[in-house]
């Protein structure tokens, strides 16, 4: 028999020798067959990020990145297929407000826990909102789109990328804070939704910058407030919503990287260095910009700690207002 104080040595030993082969795993993990990187809404922004970052990960890795558009149940459908896959690096999850967040206290049954049932790589990107009015309104500044929608309510309809959605809540968000009440009109994503704003059929809304931007230069859309604590570079005159009297407004819609819970922590660490690198890049960087996206590239546990303040920020409101989606 070995006496105590051997067994300890050899077991100091051996976590010693076995550290090195650990970290040696994680700088040369490679997928051995194409990864699926799931897109669980169709369009938006979110597809657009994917589809610069995939292309980038396959020069890494030397294997297809194949984006796959899986949308429903406000982002739920897709992200439960991840959620359900191997988690061996092979299958990877672009995840936003909806599906990571806000469904948890909009839906009375979850198929899955954002937070026990994937593991976060990297907070990629966030993004402020625009509060956007059809110009034949009139409107040109916060003040008097408030004063107008408490004298007149039912001249203001607004429309919303979905019912749940980071679009419909910031609006909720403003109705609570504001005082008053207008009407709101769902729809099946942000093309239709703008296209119905452009058009007059709602007045107003909140959209991500990628969404909006180019009615606005096209004078078929008017900016009247950002939804972040500071303003957009490429807007300077544009003032943000807490700026404008509702103090300490702050909503902004983000996307980041995820992969199915168990995934092994070399793998995800081998993620996330590659990702990072991708997403500072100047040429990605570049493009980000243009979308007016803030670049975040966070560490794992940074994304988590941001998930969990998120389900707390939306579920508050979410009760606060009594909105079920089923």
Same mark, same amino acid.
Request: positive net charge.
């Given at each position: ?26 700088? &040369? ?10 897109? =669980? ?9 994917? /589809? ?28 439960? &297929? ?78 919303? +990328? ?35 704003? +452009? ?9 991500? =910058? ?5 009615? +606005?230069?096209?004078?078929?859309? /008017? ?7 500071? /303003?957009?570079?490429?807007?300077? &005159? ?48 570049? /493009? ?39």
């Amino acid at each position: 028999m070995f006496p105590r104080r051997s067994l300890l040595a050899a077991a100091l030993l051996g976590v010693a020798a076995a550290s090195p082969s650990w970290a040696q795993n994680a700088a &040369d993990w490679k997928p051995t067959k194409p990864v699926r990187i799931m897109v =669980p809404i169709v369009g938006s922004t979110n597809d657009v990020l994917a /589809r610069l970052v995939a292309p980038k990960l396959q020069e890494v890795f030397g294997q297809p990145f194949v984006v796959e558009n899986k949308g429903g149940a406000g982002g739920n459908i897709g992200a439960l &297929d991840i959620v359900r896959s191997a988690p061996d690096g092979h299958n990877l999850l672009v995840g936003y407000n909806g599906p990571l967040a806000i469904n948890v206290s909009l839906f009375s049954k979850m198929p899955y826990d954002p937070v026990k049932d994937l593991a976060p790589i990297t907070l990629a990107v966030k993004a402020p909102q625009y509060l956007v009015v059809n110009p034949a309104t009139g409107i040109t500044s916060v003040k008097e789109f408030i004063v107008t929608a408490k004298t007149n309510p039912e001249k203001l309809n607004y429309g919303s +990328v979905s019912v749940g959605s980071a679009s419909h809540l910031t609006m909720e968000m403003m109705k609570s804070e504001a005082g008053f009440n207008i009407t709101h009109i769902p729809y099946r994503g942000a093309a239709p939704a703008v296209s119905d704003l +452009v058009a007059g059929m709602v007045q107003t809304g909140f959209f991500v =910058p990628g969404n909006v931007q180019g009615f +606005v230069k096209e004078g078929k859309l /008017r900016l009247l407030a950002s939804t972040g604590l500071k /303003r957009f570079p490429s807007t300077p &005159d544009v003032p943000t919503l807490a700026e404008s009297g509702l103090k300490d407004f702050e909503a902004t819609s983000w996307i980041g990287f995820l992969a199915p819970a168990g995934t092994p922590p070399h793998i995800i660490k081998r993620y996330n260095e590659e990702m990072v690198k991708i997403l500072k890049s100047p040429d990605i960087q570049a /493009r980000l910009h243009e979308m007016e996206f803030e670049v975040v590239a966070s560490s794992p546990r940074e994304f988590s700690a941001w998930i969990n303040s998120e389900i707390k920020r939306w579920g508050k409101v979410i009760q606060d207002n009594n909105i079920k989606l089923d």
